[in-house]
T-cell receptor, first 112, second 114 residues
């Protein structure tokens, strides 16, 4: 298995632009997580999906952020409009039920 | 509030010496505890976990961790550090009874010097 696949690996965009981050979880996993990593706040859980349904989105910072999981093999995290303070590394992770989550390599987002 | 504390931003160790990276937690019930490692420009890699049973857990790359319930600690240890162990280490806890949500500590950067 190729593991959790995230794209793009790096994204540089201008303030105000829409950004879409993508994640392909490990095949067969039914839980998916989006995390954000910053120097100031460390690793924060943004949203959790179970069987493609958002269960906990309490970590989503504001309405500019949205996440979808249209099927079991794909999820997106969208920021619209983006702001410089959104610059961070965004990780996607997946797990099978309550077993160990596996992380992707992350997307480094820079908003200038 | 549920939380994980890693009191040291950075730990410096000479190669060949033992290392300890500290972690304490504050959650209700019997938590699951994890250590992950992050190498530069890489994702988080699982090192080891404690669910139940023996308080001393052995993991990847010669690392081990000791669960201490009375001190609510889960310190990561290795008897002899390698330069290649230099990385960012995260302690995480999954509160019991909840879904598979991990609460992470702030991370500790381990620097092993030749």
């Amino acid at each position: 298995d190729a593991g959790v696949i995230q794209s793009p690996r790096h994204e540089v965009t201008e303030m105000g632009q829409e950004v879409t981050l993508r994640c392909k979880p490990i095949s067969g996993h039914n839980s998916l997580f989006w995390y954000r990593q910053t120097m100031m706040r460390g690793l924060e859980l943004l949203i959790y999906f179970n069987n493609n349904v958002p269960i906990d989105d309490s970590g989503m910072p504001e309405d500019r952020f949205s996440a979808k999981m249209p099927n079991a093999s794909f999820s997106t995290l969208k920021i619209q409009p983006s702001e410089p303070r959104d610059s961070a590394v965004y990780f996607c992770a997946s797990s099978l039920r309550n077993l160990l989550p596996f992380f992707g390599q992350g997307t480094r987002l820079t908003v200038v | 509030a549920q939380s994980v504390a890693q009191p040291e931003d950075q730990v410096n160790v000479a190669e060949g010496n033992p290392l300890t990276v500290k972690c304490t937690y504050s959650v209700s019930g019997n938590p699951y505890l994890f250590w992950y490692v992050q190498y530069p420009n890489r994702g988080l890699q699982f090192l080891l976990k404690y669910i139940t049973g023996d308080n001393l857990v052995k993991g990847s790359y010669g690392f081990e961790a000791e669960f201490n319930k009375s001190q609510t600690s889960f310190h990561l240890k290795k008897p002899s550090a390698l330069v290649s162990d230099s990385a960012l280490y995260f302690c995480a806890v999954r509160p019991s009874g909840g879904y598979n949500k991990l609460i992470f500590g702030a991370g500790t950067r381990l620097a092993v010097h030749p």
